[in-house]
């Protein structure tokens, strides 16, 4: 079993949609989570990160961690065709060595 | 301020043979992190250098290797090539905290 588990999609949504995006992972260890997107071709870039259990929303994004469940979301709402995309998850425990997901694969349709 | 540079965006190679991939971080950066990216197996983690010294490493065979230099650029070298080690090599550049940038990455297809 690997430490973070992310479902890869595909995911497709039409224009509008509030879009939901997850992970799980097993090391109660891991302490400071991520959210990467990354277009076809290019490097993933760094949408959101946050230390603490809660939300923290910007723009129209929200990142979501549940500690005790060892679960994290994403939140897109509003989506447009420019968010397709892939979503990973990273996440670090003591060294700044980011634990990735496999991704997920997001297609929002007009 | 730019972001972080890597050369050459695409390469192809012959087995058997060696390829050296260089990344520049980010200006103040001198961290700077290896992955390698393939559709069946995501995002893993090479090396990462610190101030010219390899500070972690991954679990990839010897035949990968890595260097900083002085200035914070990296290199990655692969040598004997393999079908398999076709991929998106992507560079990673950090600050001091857990958020990393990274780069266009390098496609790199063996044939």
């Known amino acids: 079993q690997k430490e973070v588990e992310q479902d890869p999609g595909p995911l497709s949504v039409p224009e509008g949609a509030i879009v939901s995006l997850n992970c799980t992972y097993s090391n109660s260890a891991f302490q400071y989570f991520m959210w990467y997107r990354q277009y076809s071709r290019k490097g993933p870039e760094l949408l959101m990160y946050?230390?603490?259990?809660g939300n923290k929303e910007d723009g129209r994004f929200t990142a979501q961690v549940d500690k005790s469940s060892k679960y994290i979301s994403l939140f897109i709402r509003d989506s447009q065709p420019s968010d397709s995309a892939t979503y990973l998850c990273?996440?670090?425990?003591?060294?700044?060595?980011?634990?990735f997901g496999r991704g997920t694969s997001l297609i929002v349709h007009p | 301020k730019a972001g972080v540079t890597q050369t050459p965006r695409y390469l192809i190679k012959t087995r058997g043979q060696q390829v050296t991939l260089s990344c520049s971080p980010i200006s103040g950066h001198r961290s700077v992190s290896w992955y390698q990216q393939t559709p069946g197996q995501g995002l893993q983690f090479l090396f990462e250098?610190?101030?010219?010294?390899?500070?972690n490493k991954g679990n990839f065979p010897g035949r990968f290797s890595g260097r900083q230099f002085s200035n914070s650029r990296s290199e990655m070298n692969v040598s004997t090539l393999e079908l398999g080690d076709s991929a998106l090599y992507l560079c990673a550049s950090n600050l001091q905290g857990h958020e990393a940038f990274f780069g266009q990455g390098t496609r790199l297809t063996v044939v």
């Open positions: 990273a996440m670090t425990k003591g060294s700044y060595i980011p634990t």
């Open positions: 946050t230390y603490s259990s």
């Open positions: 250098y610190f101030s010219e010294t390899q500070r």
